[in-house]
């Protein structure tokens, strides 16, 4: 499974952002997709999860009420729309994708990296 995550930019406090991660194939659909992120000298965290049929999400605390995940099964896309952002989620971002019946995530995109700054 190949993830192509974009939309990644330099974005003022305050501001939006909405990340994509495409993944082109067949599987789409049975896969549980989810974004991470890792900030400079941090470990990698996670942000945000949605099920393979888009009825189930989580948000982490960090960002709940600010971001939104979602998923376009016709498109093979997933995207988290962030607003309201704060110098404290400049990232990499990373999108993440597992089979349902798995427990970790084991397919990765290279990453989209968001700044924002204050």
């Known amino acids: 499974v190949q993830l192509q995550a974009s939309g990644g930019g330099l974005v003022q406090a305050g501001g939006s952002l909405r990340l994509s991660c495409a993944a082109p194939?067949?599987?789409?659909?049975?896969?549980?997709m989810a974004w991470f992120r890792q900030a400079p000298g941090k470990e990698r965290e996670f942000v945000a999860s949605?099920?393979?049929?888009?009825?189930?999400?989580y948000h982490a605390d960090s960002v709940k009420g600010r971001f939104a995940i979602s998923r376009d099964n016709a498109k093979n896309t997933m995207y988290l729309q962030m607003n309201s952002l704060k110098p404290e989620d400049t990232a990499v971002y990373y999108c993440?994708?597992?089979?349902?019946?798995?427990?970790?995530?084991?397919?990765w995109g290279r990453g989209t990296e968001v700044t924002v700054s204050s």
């Open positions: 993440a994708a597992k089979v349902a019946s798995q427990i970790s995530y084991n397919y």
């Open positions: 194939g067949r599987t789409f659909t049975s896969l549980d």
């Open positions: 949605i099920s393979w049929s888009g009825g189930s999400t």
